[in-house]
């Protein structure tokens, strides 16, 4: 029985061996510890104190670049306030100046637009009194005019008698029993080419003249020459404008004549191209 409980309390004293040396080792191990937990105790105070101090001076140093900064800020706020100021001012200032300008250069091109109305007017008005000043010449000219026609187609020849001429071309007219009253003759313009000048004829009164272009085309019907009227150079361009017109409503069976400066119907009103 004794050896059986020495032989058990052996084993077990070997056992309890280690254990005391674990619990010897832990112990001194958190000796060590507790020493570097004081001694971090101790230098984080140290540290704390030292960090307390810089801490202060860091923190006054940030507050002096805060406020270095904040005065910079705003010395250079107050000078962007006063540049912009200025530049209101001067751009006040211009706007004031161009919106002068522009009022007066409205008042100018008012005055200016009011001239050339009044120009416009006064040209409008000068055109009218120019169109009837002519119209009126043509009027007195067509009147000078009035007892005239001429012969064209008569070939011109050196040393002829333009009466003897006229009288020669006024004898077919037999419808003209008591004849025509010449008053004077003579050749008028000049040749062009193979066509010679017309003869102009200008008859002692106006009833003459008519007689000659009422039978002017039966008479001279089978003649290289004949007779037209003596019209103005206005009444000749309305006359050829009209020209080509004219004898297509001739070939319709539309007869017009020219007479007054215009086309004319069978009544005598003015025929409307």
């Not at 832990?26 to 101090?53: I, K, M, N, P, W």
């Not at 106006?206 to 007689?211: L, M, N």
């Amino acid at each position: 029985m004794s050896k059986s409980t020495t032989g058990k309390s052996g084993p077990s004293s070997s056992k309890t061996a280690p254990r005391g040396r674990g619990t010897v080792s832990t112990r001194s191990q958190r000796g060590q510890h507790s020493g570097l937990f004081q001694y971090l105790a101790v230098d984080d105070t140290v540290g704390d104190d030292g960090r307390a101090e810089s801490g202060d001076s860091v923190e006054s140093s940030w507050k002096s670049a805060i406020e270095g900064f904040q005065n910079s800020v705003e010395q250079a706020l107050h000078g962007l306030r006063d540049s912009i100021t200025k530049l209101e001012n001067d751009l006040g200032q211009a706007v004031e100046f161009q919106a002068r300008r522009v009022d007066d250069l409205e008042s100018k091109m008012a005055a200016e637009s009011e001239g050339v109305k009044n120009l416009v007017c006064r040209i409008a008005t000068l055109e009218r009194s120019v169109e009837h000043t002519t119209n009126e010449l043509n009027k007195q000219e067509r009147l000078s005019r009035r007892n005239n026609f001429r012969i064209v187609g008569i070939p011109s020849e050196d040393d002829e008698d333009c009466e003897e001429i006229v009288r020669g071309v006024l004898r077919l007219f037999k419808d003209i029993p008591s004849g025509v009253s010449i008053e004077r003759c003579h050749r008028i313009g000049r040749s062009h080419g193979d066509k010679s000048p017309h003869i102009l004829v200008r008859c002692l009164n106006y009833k003459d003249k008519i007689a000659v272009m009422k039978a002017k085309r039966l008479a001279l019907e089978d003649q290289p020459h004949y007779i037209t009227d003596d019209l103005t150079r206005v009444d000749l361009a309305e006359k050829k404008q009209h020209a080509p017109k004219v004898s297509e409503l001739y070939a319709q069976g539309i007869k017009l004549r020219f007479t007054g400066g215009r086309w004319r119907d069978a009544s005598g009103n003015p025929y409307k191209f």
